[in-house]
């Protein structure tokens, strides 16, 4: 007979192992639920004789029950411990952005979860009688910890990202409302391999790529597309009319739309989009 002793103060975790235990696939499992001075002990009795199966399942289960159960807890605790410099409300923009990484990739990130937890269950379980859950998790599963900061790490540095993202634009509006218009209109041919200026006559402006006369400054780049906001924040258009050629809203159309707002409209479907797209059909050598 093969016997384990789980041992643990946690209700929720007990409830969760009774239920898990209700419905194990394996006969000739018993189970019981005690309490003692200092832990509530769950003790599980199996009189088959495959052994590797018993720990197989139980294995598993305490797998599932440290993910569904204590993730989102220890997620937090990475989170408070090592970027205390967050307040509250930007920790909690953090861990959802955890969440958010592992829906991204639910199966390979659970796979790899499952699979480290499983290994460190079934070694200790396999040659041991007792398991006190809060010790286990707090000093054997360091496989699995070492996935949870990855996936804290790279929320972190999504959530910089955007917010520096976002004090960018920022900056670019304060400066956008506080200066006066140099033109009336400008109109943006664009794809995302090429943006072509014209004024309100339709003739070309010549984009400023000169970055010493740029008029902001961030680590966020839109490679070609940096001269072509350099040029509309120089310029300082009332209104500016996007004409996408191929009718895609990319991230620096999304920019300028924040940037702009009410100053800038797109159009997929007029005379100038027309008209380029002629152009640039006429000039494809596969077109009868």
Do not use: W
Not at 38 to 63: A, D, E, M, P, R
Not at 254 to 270: A, G, K, M
């Amino acid at each position: 007979m093969k016997s384990l002793c789980i041992k643990t103060n946690n209700s929720n975790l007990i409830t969760y192992l009774l239920n898990e235990l209700n419905n194990i696939e394996l006969e000739q499992v018993c189970f019981s639920a005690n309490q003692f001075k200092h832990y509530k002990n769950v003790i599980i009795h199996y009189t088959g004789q495959n052994n590797q199966l018993f720990f197989n399942k139980l294995s598993t289960i305490l797998s599932l029950l440290v993910i569904d159960e204590l993730e989102e807890d220890f997620l937090r605790k990475i989170i408070s411990q090592n970027y205390f410099y967050f307040d509250k409300k930007e920790q909690n923009v953090i861990l959802n952005l955890c969440f958010d990484i592992i829906a991204d990739d639910f199966s390979t990130i659970f796979d790899k979860k499952f699979k480290s937890l499983y290994n460190s269950f079934y070694d200790y379980i396999s040659s041991n009688k007792t398991l006190i859950l809060k010790g286990f998790t707090n000093f054997r599963i360091k496989a699995y910890f070492k996935i949870l900061d990855e996936i804290v790490n790279e929320a972190v540095n999504s959530y910089i990202i955007e917010k520096e993202y976002l004090e960018f634009i920022s900056l670019l509006k304060l400066y956008i409302n506080s200066q006066n218009s140099n033109c009336e209109v400008i109109h943006i041919i664009y794809s995302p391999s090429e943006s072509i200026l014209l004024d309100s006559n339709k003739e070309i402006i010549t984009i400023a790529n000169d970055n010493l006369n740029t008029k902001y400054l961030s680590d966020i780049t839109f490679s070609s597309n940096d001269y072509t906001l350099n040029t509309l924040l120089t310029l300082l258009p009332k209104k500016i009319y996007i004409h996408l050629i191929n009718s895609y809203i990319d991230e620096f159309i999304n920019t300028l739309q924040s940037v702009f707002e009410n100053r800038l409209h797109i159009c997929t479907d007029c005379s100038i989009c027309n008209l380029y797209k002629k152009s640039k059909k006429s000039k494809n050598p596969n077109t009868v």
